[in-house]
């Protein structure tokens, strides 16, 4: 029988150490300065799609932020995730497991101040689930909130972690957004894996309108 997607992820976390994962980021800076740079008030809620065990959310509470919500498929990578937060920072997270392509549970927030995406929207191959994710992307982020999405560049990797991902550059993710966002910056990014290789990566930060 063919595993379940989230079967497929559940695997890749429970059986590797967080430290060896290929998208591991000891230190999440090119996202915390994209967040600091939006201007949020501390208590906006800020929702992390793909979060894994991401370093990012215990950053953000140590940075005062309180309305957290860490999204994934992967229950597995949510439950470690929790599970490295100290009791004072449990309360300002709560997690989602959800497919980001056929929600069911993200699809019922709203008033989002900032989707933050490190290394989901190019494993979104398939055009149906493009689509898909910016549908709720638009329902669930407020008029004038942030969206701050970094994917493979149009020379990275053509897989990753055994699945085909998509490249992107500026141009071709602001085309995708539409013009109800308006694109804030962007940037190139060399991102150094746990086993020494290197990725390109892009950065953007845009604007709801």
């Not at 929600?103 to 149906?128: C, M, P, Y």
């Amino acid at each position: 029988m063919k595993k379940s997607l989230q079967e497929d992820w559940n695997q890749k976390y429970a059986s590797s150490l967080q430290t060896k994962l290929g998208w591991y980021e000891e230190d999440p800076a090119p996202s915390l300065a994209y967040i600091e740079r939006c201007g949020l008030p501390k208590d906006a809620p800020i929702l992390d799609v793909g979060s894994g065990m991401t370093t990012l959310i215990s950053k953000l509470i140590d940075g005062g932020y309180q309305n957290i919500f860490a999204a994934d498929i992967s229950n597995i990578a949510l439950e470690k995730a929790r599970s490295l937060l100290s009791e004072e920072q449990q309360p300002h997270v709560r997690w989602i497991v959800d497919d980001i392509a056929h929600s069911t549970e993200i699809q019922n927030l709203e008033g989002i101040a900032l989707w933050h995406d490190r290394a989901v929207f190019h494993f979104l191959t398939k055009d149906e689930n493009r689509q898909a994710y910016l549908s709720l992307l638009q329902k669930v982020v407020k008029h004038g909130g942030h969206v701050i999405m970094a994917t493979f560049a149009l020379t990275g990797a053509t897989h990753c972690s055994g699945f085909p991902v998509q490249g992107y550059s500026v141009d071709t993710l602001t085309k995708f957004m539409g013009e109800g966002f308006k694109l804030i910056e962007a940037m190139d990014y060399i991102y150094q894996m746990p086993s020494g290789d290197s990725r390109p990566y892009i950065y953007t930060h845009f604007e709801r309108v």
